[in-house]
């Protein structure tokens, strides 16, 4: 993750031979997010269609703006008993988000410039200003109601992603006729609108706000938006790699209002100095804070040896990326060629390519008849004399390795009755799982097991099932 506010977005390269770290402005997915944009001016409350990419939905919301020669249009516009101007630039929007006089509420929405990825998160912003309470005025109410939703259609009020959906904006967020910001962080999932105003009814929109006027009837709540924000949140790969030795840094700007930390120790310089293993990088927002975490490792061209043997057993193949899996490789050469699996025994020239350059290596592929041979009685009596009170699993392997997996004892109705598993030695004691003694009789066995080369990279899954008598 590179950047939650908004002006930055860092985009991390694999560190090879040079740490290398690019930053660059990342872009406002809300198009006109400040309202500064117009057709034409504004004369008259109610003409929100002057404004370019924005949309109104319902009702009529306003725009006000310095350029108007409406003196109720051209801030600072008088409400109640504070004074309304933008939070930045020219112009502001202002929205009912319900009067009980008219029995209304407004929305306008807007297509973001690129719909929210799937899995992608955002940091999203807004401000927001609420009027002082006075009973004698219409803007009477202070709304908890103000929403902002992202859809996927206009015409379908199906709010995928909404922020202070439930009225749960905290009275200390109610700031009377001050300009407060709205954040959250979004967790995108192909929404291609932002729908800005009030999804609830009349009742509850009253519900949510504060009227301190005696006549709820005449009641209604005005709000003013401005700044709206929305920039994508880049993810931290999971792991970065570098190739030297010299230290790892990416060139941040911190802004106004942001706070990075670096594994808990706050960062206050313009540069973020990772180390070596988990990195976990916290950008703070002061409503809002983004977690991210990246695996810092040092990748020298050589990592492989000179020479590897591996052991197949007749009929077997051998998989090479998944044999060097834990070297970090991009890709491999097989003498020269892309080739992922080997089948046939013989010496093998290795190129094997990582972030940092290449390495070579020799193979020698060796193949052999492999056995493992398990031999399972079919009784054994649990009746404390020392001589056959266990259930065992007897195996002799040449040139495998066996790791058995699950023992599981069914009854004759086909009931599991108990239940092992990743026992170096298997065994059952004629008990249930839960220590109750069964029995004598006729049970079921199923041995699950898988049997490994040396080399730990080839394995065979094996089972096998019998009858075992048990008798006290």
Known sequence: MKNCFGKLLIAMTLFCVFNTVESQESQNLV???????????????????????????????????????????????????????PYTGEAMAGIYTFSN???????????????????????FSFMHKVPSLNNSSDFSCISKTINACFTYSINENVYQNCIYEYGDLDDEDLVEGEWVKRDAIIR????????????????????????PSSDIITASAYNLVDDFEMHEIIALPDTIYYCDSSSLIQDIE????????????????????YSIGLNILMIDFGNVTYFDTTFVTANNVSSASNSYEIILCEGESVN???FFSGYNYDSILINGREQAVIENAGSYFLTLFNPCGYDTSFLSVVETKCSCN????????????GINDLFRVYDHCENSDIEYERLTIYDRW?????????????????????GQVLPEGIYIYLIEYKLARYDGQNYQQMSKAGEINLFY
Do not use: A, H
């Open 320 to 322: 090479i990326e998944n």
């Open 188 to 211: 995108g999932s192909g929404e291609i609108f932002l729908e800005v105003g009030n999804v609830y009814n009349i009742e509850q929109s009253v519900s949510y706000s504060f009227c």
């Open 254 to 273: 911190i802004l106004e209002n942001e706070k990075y930390y670096l594994n808990g120790i706050e960062v206050t310089t313009s540069s973020i100095n």
């Open 101 to 123: 006089f008219n029995d209304v509420s407004e929305s306008f929405t807007v297509e973001l410039i690129e719909p929210l990825k799937y899995g992608v998160y955002y940091y």
């Open 31 to 85: 198009p006109n997010g400040s309202f500064e944009e117009l057709y034409t001016c504004p004369e008259q409350t109610g003409d929100f269609d002057n404004l370019m990419f924005w949309k109104r939905k319902s009702i009529t919301p306003d725009v006000f703006s310095y350029c108007s020669n409406n003196p109720f249009i051209q801030p600072p516009i008088i409400l109640n008993t504070f004074i309304g101007v």
């Open 374 to 385: 398990i031999f399972i009685p079919n009784s054994f009596s649990p009746n404390g004399d």
């Open 414 to 434: 086909g009931g599991v009755v108990s239940k092992s598993e990743n026992r170096s030695e298997p065994y059952w004691d004629g008990k249930t799982s839960s």
